[in-house]
């Protein structure tokens, strides 16, 4: 079976994380993720990625929903979640909107830059901190793209440019080191040809 990894450089990239690629799904307020969620999720990637070694002419969908994509990202995805990111969660909106939230230790970016604007956010902002960021995915043809909307940091509003900023920093690998920049194309994996973002789940079509 080809192996395939599910990355969350967007945040919300979710973000950021999101952070991305492909984390969708429906969960109410007041429940919190599970390892029953975790487990199913879990299953569905299986599924996924078998059925792109034995894909058929009919279109396969697999619906994952909110809670199943927080239970994997609080139980199972440890190892893909950069360091100094802590508890990644998103929220599914619908009409492809996508909102997510983690915890970043914004002191290592900071240090990035020493010359910076005392209108610069990332001048004064110290520590762990939440950032929040909400956009669009679009994912059909077998790309995904991820349109910015709006960001915060704490109860701050930010510009896309302190949000690109967090994300290359926190997606950078020996092969992008200078991260993922949050408009550009992305190649869905195993065979997915769109997703389907709706109301508190997403459907994956293969």
Not at 11 to 17: D, G, I, M, Q, T
Not at 42 to 71: C, G, L, M, W, Y
């Amino acid at each position: 079976m080809r192996s395939w990894t599910i990355r969350y450089p967007n945040v919300v990239a979710l973000s950021l994380v999101a952070l991305s690629a492909i984390a969708v799904g429906g969960l109410s307020a007041d429940t919190g993720p599970s390892m029953e969620g975790a487990r199913s999720a879990k299953q569905k990637v299986a599924e996924i990625a078998q059925f792109a070694d034995r894909p058929v002419r009919q279109p396969h969908r697999t619906t994952v929903t909110e809670h199943e994509v927080n239970s994997y990202l609080r139980f199972e995805a440890g190892a893909q979640i950069p360091s100094g990111v802590v508890d990644p969660a998103i929220t599914i909106v619908g009409a492809g909107r996508v909102s997510g939230r983690v915890l970043v230790d914004l002191d290592a970016v900071r240090k990035q830059n020493s010359q910076r604007s005392l209108f610069d956010p990332m001048s004064y902002v110290t520590g762990r901190v939440p950032v929040t960021a909400t956009g669009i995915l679009k994912a059909s043809n077998g790309v995904g793209r991820f349109e910015f909307e709006n960001a915060a940091i704490g109860p701050v509003p930010v510009p896309k440019l302190v949000l690109q900023e967090i994300v290359s920093y926190y997606s950078r690998t020996p092969e992008k080191p200078a991260g993922i920049a949050l408009d550009d194309p992305f190649t869905l994996p195993a065979g997915i040809r769109e997703i389907v973002v709706q109301a508190g789940r997403a459907v994956v079509v293969q």
